[in-house]
């Protein structure tokens, strides 16, 4: 069995996928071998700067269930939401979270290569596999929605060479620990909790 880690919008456009395999590996080893945040700590994410409930942020944060541990860019549900506004949190925070499950199912239909037996494919196969399918869907996901004619793929950031900058590595160490920050992680649902509540209040 494949341990796929994904980043899913609303339209069911994968913006990022990552294979793990069974065996000495689950979510927890998956997530610290994905490059899914390397830019993020190195420096190299584009700027992503909002403020919830008075308090501003300068980082993006990604949904997760509750085996993902408490940090900063991770917005956990709760598992046993007591209140109301912590209720309606979890429900809107899971119903946000069904997007990749969504997307998964698309291509699941779309492509039985995906859903069909994989024990006798080799992992470089299995990968390449996926990899074609996610796309392939994608492909299809920006053809059928309503795009400029013009529509330009943006990279963002740079082709970084390995150095030894003592004062890169302590600034790589920095926002490694600004990311991984659990008050902040704690603040932001917090914050997210007070949003969602009041956008409802005023609905």
Request: charged share 20%; hydrophobic share 40%.
């Amino acid at each position: 069995m494949i341990i796929v880690q994904a980043v899913a919008m609303n339209d069911l456009w994968i913006w990022h996928s990552f294979f793990g395999f069974l065996g000495s590996h689950n979510d927890l080893n998956v997530l610290s071998r994905s490059p899914l945040f390397s830019t993020l700590i190195t420096g190299d994410a584009p700027a992503c700067n909002y403020s919830v409930n008075g308090h501003n942020y300068s980082m993006g944060y990604y949904l997760a269930d509750g085996i993902y541990p408490t940090w900063a860019a991770l917005v956990k549900t709760i598992p046993r939401p007591k209140g109301n506004k912590s209720i309606h949190f979890a429900q809107c925070q899971e119903a946000a979270r069904k997007d990749v499950e969504r997307a998964f199912a698309v291509l699941q239909k779309r492509f039985a290569i995906v859903r069909g037996p994989a024990k006798y494919w080799s992992s470089k196969v299995l990968w390449q596999i996926m990899t074609c399918c996610i796309i392939l869907h994608n492909m299809i996901i920006e053809d059928e929605r309503d795009m400029p004619e013009n529509f330009q793929y943006v990279t963002n950031g740079t082709q970084v060479e390995p150095e030894y900058d003592m004062n890169r590595i302590l600034a790589f160490l920095e926002e490694h620990r600004k990311f991984e920050n659990q008050q902040v992680h704690a603040q932001l649902q917090q914050d997210l909790i007070e949003h969602h509540w009041q956008r409802l209040s005023e609905s």
